[in-house]
């Protein structure tokens, strides 16, 4: 961090004595909310985060089919790819990183460490995450004893494993934490009796390593639906640049509906992209599997994020749960559906 970018942003800390008082760091990530700017105008350049997953299927469209660069116009677009949630929050905290599609429970994460200073701008991806066994296990009791593995420590399936094992009072789950890929190997060598995984790797170890499905995630909540991944934004970037975020909402959005119209052509660029940034390509029978998991949508599934921030509490990764107030900015993303004619989004407490 430069010192005199430094320096502005511990002046503006302490000048707001009524955030301040809880805040004793001095880096971006613990240093707060700032407050308000003006907008700088169109950034120089976006620095866009998301993963080689099937999961993060707008952002893969998006980049490839030029829907970003399009609304972008002049901005310089630097896409990075991460392999786990907490190592991409890391890289929105430490200013590497400006733009990001992310699981929820990272989300939340990063909003609590940053103490506001990371904000929920959209929706992506709803739905694509089941835990899958070894055949032979046909009821959660006989987790006990097991050895279950989830993309990383607090991430959206780590949660989602550790609350269920918590509700379903079931002693001795060994939850290990591995990529996703390494999962893949250890389940195929009898090394993992399963895992809690997103799209395409539970699809993978159903026809690629014999598993078997024990519980859809979307079976555990309301209409089937919960956030997988959605967009956030550092709050500094979102001030200055108010025009840019709305720009990737734009060809978020443009992407989402060329997908669900060329469905076929979607899973192709996916699988391109995943071979391209991930060096292996899919089955078309995986393919097909996972992208019937989940939906492509801007709406974040905002009336979930309350009992996600619980659910850490029950899977023991924090101890209480944050106050989400203000966490969300929504309103580039209705001002961008207002202006194509489309249904806003509802906040559901999320906004300040």
């Known amino acids: 961090m430069r010192t005199h970018h430094r320096t502005r942003l511990l002046a503006a800390a302490f000048a707001a004595l009524t955030l301040a008082g809880s805040m004793a760091g001095c880096s971006r990530a613990d240093s707060g909310p700032k407050t308000e700017q003006k907008s700088q105008g169109a950034a120089a350049e976006v620095r866009l985060g998301y993963f080689p997953n099937v999961t993060h299927a707008p952002a893969l469209i998006g980049v490839k089919q030029g829907f970003f660069a399009k609304e972008l116009g ?3 677009l630097t896409p990075q790819t991460f392999n786990a949630g907490p190592e991409e929050v890391n890289a929105l905290l430490g200013d590497s990183l ?3 599609f ?3 429970g990272p ?3 990063a909003f609590t460490k940053s103490k506001g200073a990371i904000q929920l701008v959209s929706g992506a991806v709803t739905g694509g995450a089941q835990l899958v066994v070894k055949p032979e296990i046909a009821a959660p009791e006989q987790l006990t004893g097991k050895n279950i593995a989830t993309p990383s420590l607090a991430n959206t399936q780590d949660v989602a494993l550790k609350k269920f094992v918590a509700e379903k009072k079931l002693p ?3 939850i290990t934490n591995l990529d996703n890929p390494k999962t893949f190997d250890a389940f195929k060598k009898g090394e993992l ?3 809690w995984l997103p799209e395409p790797w539970s699809s993978r170890l159903v ?3 014999g598993a078997k499905v024990l519980v859809d995630e979307k079976n555990l909540w309301p209409e089937g639906k919960f956030p997988t991944t959605v967009v956030i934004v550092r709050s500094e970037f979102l001030q200055q640049h108010p025009e840019t975020v709305t720009a990737i909402l734009k060809g978020e959005l443009a992407a989402i509906e060329w997908a669900k119209t060329n469905p076929a052509e979607a899973k192709t660029v996916v699988n391109g992209e995943l071979k391209a940034l991930a060096g292996s390509t899919l089955s078309e029978a995986v393919l097909d599997r996972a992208f019937s998991g989940i939906e492509l949508g801007i709406d974040p599934v905002a009336s979930t994020f309350a009992q996600l921030a619980q659910d850490s509490v029950t899977a023991g990764v924090v101890k209480s749960a944050v106050d989400l107030k203000g966490f969300a900015d929504f309103g580039p993303l209705n001002a961008v559906l207002s202006e194509q ?3 806003g989004v509802n906040a559901s407490g999320l906004t300040k």
Request: net charge negative; glycine share 16%; aromatic share 0%.
């Open 207 to 209: 026809l690629d390593a």
């Open 172 to 174: 001795d789950v060994k």
């Open 102 to 104: 992310i699981g929820s």
């Open 98 to 100: 400006d733009i990001a």
């Open 107 to 109: 989300a939340i994460n």
């Open 74 to 76: 002049s901005t310089k």
């Open 341 to 343: 004619g489309k249904p």
């Open 193 to 195: 009796d399963g895992g």
